[in-house]
């Protein structure tokens, strides 16, 4: 009986953390419109208009750690995702 309840325990234990949900992603409400130097940029990613996320951005992450929020279509920042890109 005593193995049960350890099994039981690791069982619900091994639950448990498997459970844990990472951190919600970052998610744009807004896009800035003012273009940023490339040279501050250091990554992005895309979002996509979904139900919590209601607009289509790109999500610049710039050399301080900080998220810009822009407009996609815009034409410095498909220069900056192009640039970036050809750093990888």
């Known amino acids: 009986m005593a193995k049960l309840a350890v099994c039981v325990s690791a069982l619900l234990l091994l639950l448990a953390v498997l459970s844990e949900t990472s951190p919600p992603a970052p998610c744009c409400t807004r896009n800035y ?5 490339i040279e501050n940029l250091k990554n992005f990613t895309i979002q996509t208009d979904t139900d919590m996320c209601n607009i289509n951005s790109t999500i ?10 822009a407009d996609p279509q815009l034409p410095w ?7 970036l890109k050809k750093q990888r």
């Open 33 to 37: 419109k003012k273009p940023i130097k």
């Open 60 to 69: 610049f992450f710039t050399q301080k750690n900080k998220l810009i929020c």
């Open 77 to 83: 920042v498909i220069r900056a995702m192009n640039h």
